[in-house]
């Protein structure tokens, strides 16, 4: 079970940064097939969700993001560090 | 109305260089220029009977075989009587309050004159030049490889901070100001620089440091004609206000005086920034990448001064000089105000040849400096800008001629004539908002998987320039060569250059 929170922040950001309808926003959308992003997006998606949510992810662990409930996890296990201060205020 | 395979915004460095590799490869381009002549950074200038670089002070890798020199030579651009090397027993001096050191031509002499200066330090200094040259070599488009890619090696080259790999090997804050003093030349700050972006920029002025013997124009004209020779245009005064695109793609490219050029390709040596704003859809762009273009950092603003001073004696026209203060590399971009001292200062001879019993010596000095210090100004028109303006350059200008004095006594009342230029200059030249030499700020966090370019969100749109993979002159060509390779492909080319490389002993 995902942290509502943070799927309510992640859905919240990739809707106003991608313009995706929130009815789209499901754990199994892919994000190139399902969402239509594409690689360039990927890119944009990782610095938007490091900017707004507050979280800094490294490069290979974006590359191997595939659906938006990888994401969710990405995102809850990297709350769950010592120290991280992440913003999931909408 | 004539159609172009590619239409080229923009003729610096990588714009000219993309515009020479594909009309090499049988590609038509057109290279649009606004200025009066072509060249970008590379731009001199004429005052005082002397000429005056704004960009191009000096570059690396140029001896035969080395990275620089190898692409020139591809590229049908390379005339050595544009260049001249600089001294090898010491081209550029780094004054720091309590010391001064010399870096000679070549790695195993660096070593050895650090190794003089902190001998206990040895180890550390061996370790520091044996992973430059290791991080060098996972570049591919430097090095001219054609093998496949070592990703993890690329990643750790891009991801480790300078701080870190430097910190880990010597304790030695001298030395450690030392090993970062080519920061000035990236405007990154060793916490946030890519170790393997300062390897390249140290690699290359090591191996092969050259001065430009008739300024950065002669290197430029050397461009456009190989792209002329290849069939290329090149057409000055044409400034780009819009890209048009036409379902997602990019169809043409206008100019303010009503010309418009057809591309299959557009490619962009402007700005990224600067590019993007040209493009007429901005629906094209998802909110979040306009949010991160406007977010995106840049580097700090620049100033300059460019004069002449009667202290001939006190320099040597194949050397470079960089002056330190104690407060060290990492605050050396936080700013008090213009009547503050800079941190760091950068001084080049304007000519490489100064004849014995010469009276003045021409030079650019250079500062970093925030552009908010001028914004004031940003509006107001190139050569029209006010006594207010004037003035508020003249504050910093005394404060940076003060600094030097502290290594040059009397350096300020040597100088018999003088002109300056802002950050608002350079944004009347390069597009840069923070008035920067450098483009976007190239710290870990804009490198790598976050690097700009060359694709856009415009499938027929690239973007090349300082600002898409590192800067400087060596910088800039590398990028222009890989947005080629994104048209005609990297692998064939690679190829070639690595043969160019290999016949010249390399």
Redesign the interface.
């Known amino acids: 079970m995902n942290n509502e929170k943070v799927v309510a922040k992640v859905n919240d950001v990739m809707r106003r940064g991608f313009e995706i309808p929130a009815d789209k926003l499901i754990p199994s959308a892919t994000l190139f097939e399902d969402l239509g992003l594409d690689s360039l997006d990927a890119v944009d998606m990782l610095v938007h969700l490091e900017e707004n949510i507050g979280v800094k992810v490294d490069g290979e662990q974006i590359m191997k993001v595939r659906t938006l409930q990888d994401i969710y996890t990405l995102v809850e296990n990297l709350a769950a560090e010592p120290g991280a201060h992440i913003k999931l205020d909408i | 109305m004539k159609k172009y395979d590619v239409v080229i915004i923009g003729s610096g460095v990588s714009s000219l260089t993309s515009a020479a590799i594909l009309s090499k490869k049988g590609y038509s381009v057109c290279v649009l220029e606004q200025h009066t002549k072509p060249g970008g950074y590379m731009h001199c200038f004429s005052r005082f009977g002397e000429r005056f670089d704004t960009g191009a002070h000096y570059v690396g890798a140029l001896d035969r075989g080395q990275p620089f020199h190898t692409l020139l030579t591809y590229l049908n651009a390379y005339d050595p009587s544009v260049f001249v090397p600089l001294d090898p027993t010491g081209f550029d001096v780094f004054r720091f309050p309590e010391f001064e050191i010399q870096f000679p031509k070549g790695y195993a002499q660096v070593i050895n004159v650090l190794t003089e200066r902190f001998p206990t330090e040895a180890l550390a200094i061996q370790s520091f030049f044996s992973e430059i040259q290791t991080a060098v070599q996972c570049f591919p488009t430097y090095e001219f490889s054609d093998e496949t890619i070592d990703q993890i090696s690329v990643?750790r080259a891009i991801?480790t901070p300078l701080s870190v790999v430097v910190q880990r090997l010597t304790k030695n804050a001298d030395l450690q100001a030392v090993l970062y003093s080519y920061c000035t030349l990236h405007g990154v700050i060793p916490s946030d620089a890519p170790f393997g972006l300062h390897a390249i920029m140290m690699d290359s002025i090591i191996r092969g440091p050259y001065g430009f013997a008739k300024g950065g124009d002669a290197f430029t004209e050397t461009l456009v004609r190989a792209i002329q020779k290849n069939g290329g245009e090149v057409h000055l005064r044409k400034r780009v206000n819009r890209i048009e695109i036409e379902n997602g793609n990019a169809k043409a490219v206008h100019a303010a005086d009503g010309g418009r050029y057809e591309g299959k390709w557009v490619l962009s040596g402007c700005h990224p920034k600067h590019t993007f704003q040209l493009v007429d859809r901005q629906e094209v762009f998802?909110?979040?990448?306009r949010?991160?273009m406007k977010?995106i950092k840049e580097t700090v603003g620049i100033f300059g001064i460019y004069g002449l001073s009667s202290q001939t004696h006190s320099f040597n026209p194949l050397k470079n000089y960089y002056y330190f203060s104690n407060q060290g590399i990492e605050n050396a971009f936080n700013f008090g105000s213009p009547n503050s001292k800079p941190s760091a200062a950068f001084l080049c001879p304007a000519s490489r040849t100064l004849s014995a019993g010469a009276e003045k010596f021409p030079f650019s000095l250079h500062a970093a400096s925030p552009m908010g210090w001028f914004s004031d100004w940003r509006d107001s028109s190139f050569g029209k800008r006010p006594d207010d303006y004037r003035q508020q350059k003249e504050v910093f200008a005394e404060q940076v001629f003060k600094f030097v004095g502290e290594y040059h006594p009397h350096f300020r009342e040597s100088l018999s004539k003088y002109v300056t230029s802002s950050p608002v200059t350079n944004l009347h030249y390069n597009g840069s908002e923070e008035g920067s030499s450098y483009g976007i700020y190239h710290s870990i966090q804009n490198t790598?998987?976050?690097a700009l370019g060359p694709?856009?969100?415009v499938p027929n749109l690239l973007i090349t320039g300082q600002s898409t993979l590192f800067p400087g002159i060596l910088g800039a060509a590398v990028a222009g060569l890989r947005t080629a390779g994104h048209i005609v492909g990297i692998k064939p080319i690679l190829k070639e250059l690595k043969e160019i490389k290999l016949a010249n002993g390399c």
């Open positions: 990643m991801e998802s909110p979040a990448f949010e991160r977010n790598g998987a976050r694709r856009t969100h």
